[in-house]
């Protein structure tokens, strides 16, 4: 039986404060029915209730759960995956404790595992109980450097049921300073082109600026490499499409992410789109410096005021 004619089931779990809800509310708006906090014990009677042709299931199950076992959980899940007429899979929404703590302590909320205890503790003791699951979910999703948008857009094309090109492509351009994105799955390093950096007039620009983009376009080193670059996403983004893959992350690495990234994922960004490709771009470090200088501009217009 093909997959287009089974049960779709997606079981959510994951860490208190990485992104759960947002990824349940992201799935209801994809059409599935979403049910959150089921006990394990109801997972197969919701399943089995499930109609044939009807919506696909989201059942949310975290620590707050009645009768939350990772191994019960687990268990549970292999029973449902025993049926030909299903097709069942973990997703797990995970992010790094220091970035957990940070949230719990912006919103004042207390960790469901942390009543009488500290935030890290918490997270400590949840991220044991999650362990096995870690090591066994189908998804794995790390939100340590998402905004919420960023989450429901990974949501989305990770798991809609249908996708007219059956490959949706982010293109993301990054400092290498700030580290490699860490839901890469390809990585494209464009430090060898000029740097506007060293350029007094363009270093306060970015790579959306069109003195930028007129200057680098006009490099031997861009012009050949961008050929070759998209030559070989030529070949390899039907091949990802045929394995079965939906989603693909491209990520395009500068020095500080403000330039020559921005100005190479804007143009991969135009050329996906003409070829017909599902594609968002997201340029990690300039969203970062256009707030700190927004922030430095308002800082600097209170002390004038003062």
Known sequence: MSTHHKKIV???????????????????????????NLPIALVASAVEHMEQDGRPLAIGIDCRTRDFDAHYFLDTVNDVKKSNQIDVKVALIT?????????????RRRHPLAVD?????????????????FQNADETIDTSEFSVHDLRRT???????????????????????????R???????????????YDPELKPLTGKDKKIQQRLSREDGFIS????????????????????????????????????????????????D??????????????????????????????AKG
């Open 10 to 36: 997606l079981l959510v779990t994951g860490l208190s404060g990485a992104g759960m809800s947002t990824a349940l509310k992201g799935l209801e708006d994809l059409g599935y029915e979403v049910i959150d």
């Open 95 to 107: 992010c790094s404790d220091f970035i957990l703590q940070q949230r719990f302590s912006e919103t």
């Open 117 to 133: 205890r500290s935030i890290i503790d918490g997270i400590e003791k949840e991220r044991e109980l999650l362990a096995p699951i």
């Open 155 to 181: 949501i989305a094309a990770k798991f809609r049921t249908e996708n007219a090109y059956g490959l949706m492509t982010f293109v993301t351009s990054f400092g290498f300073r700030n580290g490699v994105p």
């Open 183 to 197: 839901d890469a799955d390809l990585v494209f390093d464009v430090r060898f082109l000029w740097n506007p950096h």
């Open 225 to 272: 490499f961008f050929a070759n670059l998209t030559r070989m996403l030529e070949d390899l983004l039907p091949r990802y499409s045929e394995e079965g893959k939906s989603y693909l992350t491209i990520g395009i690495g500068c020095t500080g992410g403000r330039h020559r990234s921005v100005f190479v994922a804007e143009q991969l960004y135009e050329w996906l």
């Open 274 to 303: 003409q070829h017909g490709y599902s594609i968002a771009i997201k340029h990690r470090d300039l969203e970062k410096w256009v707030l700190e200088q927004k922030k430095r501009g308002d800082t600097i217009e209170s002390k």
